[in-house]
């Protein structure tokens, strides 16, 4: 019986004490959530009552502890149409939305970069277990005759709270956000500005720490920050153009530096592998001409291989900047098996592009003193201009994932390079999650004016 309510104990913590702590939920980029709650699909269409007011689709994550989805309603444009904000709250179970008018600053708007030549990223928001969600804004002067940004602010709002707004307005000198995660055990919110690491308090929104890092260029993602706790300490990896850095989560000293002399581009994503120190990075060229390269690195021992994003037929990878998922998938003796995928694009001919998932095996030594070149052992589905979407993981073990298309979902068993279901879809998705009540929750939104038509949230069974 003790045995049976300490299981319960732990389970219920497990559940109720979730929280969307870093892009794509986990430093696997699953886009899974623990959510087992069974209900009947549903499906709204998430604008604003007026139709007018554009969501901020970056903005959208999945709250599990009150089994809600969360999202800002934004002013659209920059210009203030409206003098005040609102959150949407969209249940899990139904697909009721409810817009609560939250006192936001008129002039803090979605804060948006520019990653290729191709699209705009915007910064996951995040959400701790009590609630309070967090999101970075930009802060706009001048709204009516030519917007003209005056830094970042870090936004926090109280949800249960009587929807009480906290906000941090970081050093102007500031020029570009590129990620940030939070460690609620710490009671601290990272934040990667480029050429610093900062520190917050959770509660406070004061700043605990800063931590100088090499940078040399303005471009990044939001993907290239990493919340892991390793053997009880929580650590963050943070990517740059030229570095690799492990800092400690609490007091931000930095634990392992590794250079990435041979890589060309900006890291766009980078992924944990599930051991201490094994980080999986992609760096884009940002021209379909030049190829990407996937980089493996031990930060604890200083170890790199990478290879170019090639197909054997010659085709050039690029823009490979939705989710990297990796994983070990066998140890013998003293070598370890590593398997990484991806969605990629690449220019097919004249007339388009094509899209491809693609996935690389590696093998390295367990004392990490020596890795294996990657190699491109399975690629699946391409298709001209057909793109390929977000991806989420619908096992436990990130073995399986499902992959959004125009047409369709296609879930696959990526470690055996199989196709094991294909879903229509009467729209693409934007963004998505999977929860382990195996439904995935579907979002996409446009943040153009007239966007009636082109906005959906809802559930489907996989």
Not at 11 to 39: G, K, P, T
Not at 221 to 243: H, Q, R, T, W
Not at 432 to 441: R, V
Request: charged residues 15%.
């Amino acid at each position: 019986m003790f045995k049976i309510i300490i299981s319960l104990l732990l389970l219920a913590s497990y559940i109720y004490c979730d929280s969307w702590s870093q892009s794509n939920h986990d430093e696997y980029h699953s886009n899974r959530v623990q959510f087992d709650v069974h209900h009947n699909d549903w499906e709204i269409n998430p604008l604003f009552p007026n139709g007018k007011t554009a969501v901020d689709a970056s903005t959208l994550i999945f709250d599990t502890n009150d089994g809600r989805m969360l999202m800002i309603y934004d002013n659209n444009d920059y210009l203030p149409q409206l003098n005040t904000h609102y959150v949407a709250q969209l249940s899990a179970t139904t697909g009721r939305i409810l817009p609560v008018p939250v006192n936001i600053p008129t002039e803090l708007q979605p804060y948006y970069y520019k990653t290729t030549s191709m699209n705009y990223e915007t910064l996951s928001s995040l959400v701790d277990s009590q609630g309070n969600y967090f999101s970075i804004r930009s802060n706009f002067t001048n709204l009516n005759d030519g917007a003209v940004s005056n830094g970042f602010v870090l936004l926090k709002i109280e949800t249960n709270n009587n929807w009480r707004v906290s906000t941090l307005s970081l050093d102007k000198s500031i020029t570009i956000i590129t990620g940030f995660a939070l460690s609620e055990v710490d009671g601290i919110v990272i934040i990667n500005a480029k050429n610093k690491v900062i520190g917050v308090n959770l509660k406070s929104l004061k700043v605990e720490w800063i931590t100088p890092i090499t940078v040399n260029d303005n471009t990044a993602n939001s993907g290239n920050i990493l919340l892991v706790n390793e053997n009880g300490l929580n650590v963050v990896y943070v990517a740059s153009v030229n570095s690799i850095y492990k800092l400690n989560a609490v007091t931000g000293v930095v634990l392992g530096k590794v250079n990435t002399p041979n890589t060309k581009g900006s890291p766009l994503k980078i992924t944990y592998l599930g051991l201490s120190g094994w980080i999986v990075a992609e760096y884009d060229s940002g021209s379909y001409s030049v190829p990407g390269s996937l980089l493996v690195v031990n930060v604890n021992s200083g170890l790199t291989s990478s290879v170019a994003l090639i197909q054997s037929g010659g085709q050039k990878f690029a823009y490979c900047d939705k989710n990297i998922i990796g994983k070990l998938v066998s140890q013998q003796q003293d070598t370890l098996l590593f398997k990484v995928v991806l969605p990629c694009v690449y220019l097919q001919d004249v007339e388009g592009v094509g899209s491809s998932l693609v996935r690389f095996d590696f093998n390295v030594t367990k004392n990490g003193n020596a890795i294996q070149t990657p190699e491109l052992s399975w690629n699946e589905y391409k298709g001209r201009n057909i793109g390929i979407g977000p991806t989420a993981a619908v096992s436990d073990d990130n073995s399986l994932i499902v992959v959004s298309t125009v047409y369709e979902y296609r879930i696959y068993d990526w470690i055996k390079g199989k196709l094991v279901k294909t879903i229509k879809a009467f729209n693409s998705a934007k963004k998505f999650f999977s929860g382990t009540n195996q439904k995935l929750y579907v979002c996409s939104v446009d943040q153009t004016w007239d966007a009636k038509d082109k906005s959906f949230c809802y559930t489907l069974d996989i």
